[in-house]
C-alpha cells in the first residue's frame, strides 16, 4: 500500500494501480494491447471506468518502457507516437486551441492542432477559440472580476455554457476524428469552472 497523501482521491487511484503493479511486463504489454483493441473505433470519455483501468496501467507500463520493449504485436490500427513511442491514443481536451491532441499515454502534444486535417481543423479551431474565452473565466484576475456586477454568477453561467459547448463537440466535432485515428478519447470535465462528466449529458 502507498503511503496515504493530502489527496485522498490520489489515493484511491493508487490503490486501484496496486493491481497492475503486480503485472509482469509480458502480461501488462498484452493486457494493454487486448484493451487497446477493444477500444478501437469508439470515442470514449476519459471518466469511462475502461479508460481509468487503461490510464493507470499505461502509466505503470511508461515508467517501465513497456512499448520499447516490443514483447506484442500492437493493434495494427494504431500507429507510434512520436512523443512517446506507445500506440498513439489521442485525447481531445477543451484546452485543445493551446494543446492540440495529447498523448493519452504522457499527456504531451502528440498532434499540434495545425497537423489536424482541414477542413476539421478548422471547426475545432473555432470550437477551441470560443471554449477558451469561457473557461478564462475561471481565471479572472481581480480586475476583471470587478468588471461585472457579480462574479460569481458569472462564473456560474461560465459554467453552463462549457457544460453546453461540451455536449456540442462530443456530438459533432469529436466523432470526426475517427476518420483520422482508430480511437478517439475526450477530457469530459473542466477542473478549473468545476464542470463534471455527470454534467454532460450526452443522450436525450
Not at 101 to 130: A, F, M, N, Y
Not at 154 to 164: H, I, S
Not at 184 to 190: G, I, L, S, T, Y
Request: with cysteine; proline share 6%.
Amino acid at each position: 500500500m502507498l503511503n496515504p497523501s493530502d489527496n485522498p482521491s490520489e489515493d484511491l487511484w493508487n490503490e486501484y494501480a496496486e493491481i497492475f503493479h503486480t503485472f509482469d511486463d509480458l502480461t501488462l504489454a498484452r493486457w494493454l494491447c487486448q484493451t487497446l483493441g477493444q477500444l478501437e473505433g469508439r470515442v470514449w470519455r476519459m471518466s469511462h471506468p475502461l479508460m481509468g483501468a487503461y490510464r493507470l496501467a499505461g502509466s505503470i507500463a511508461q515508467k517501465r518502457g513497456i512499448w520499447h520493449q516490443r514483447l506484442v504485436d500492437t493493434p495494427s490500427a494504431y500507429t507510434e507516437a512520436t512523443c512517446c513511442g506507445a500506440p498513439l491514443l489521442v485525447l481531445f481536451t477543451p484546452l485543445i486551441e493551446k494543446e492540440g491532441l495529447v498523448c493519452h499515454h504522457c499527456g504531451e502534444t502528440t498532434v499540434p492542432i495545425e497537423d489536424i486535417p482541414k477542413p476539421l481543423q478548422t471547426q475545432i479551431r473555432s470550437w477551441g477559440k470560443k471554449y477558451q474565452l469561457i473557461h478564462d473565466v475561471a481565471h479572472w484576475d481581480v480586475e476583471e472580476q470587478d468588471q461585472v456586477d457579480d462574479y460569481e454568477d458569472a462564473l456560474e453561467e461560465a459554467a453552463k455554457e462549457a457544460e453546453r459547448s461540451l455536449v456540442s463537440a462530443a456530438r459533432n466535432i469529436i466523432p470526426r476524428l475517427l476518420e483520422f485515428y482508430p480511437t478517439v478519447v475526450w477530457k469530459d470535465h473542466d477542473e478549473c469552472l468545476e464542470v463534471r462528466p455527470e454534467d454532460l449529458a450526452l443522450k436525450k
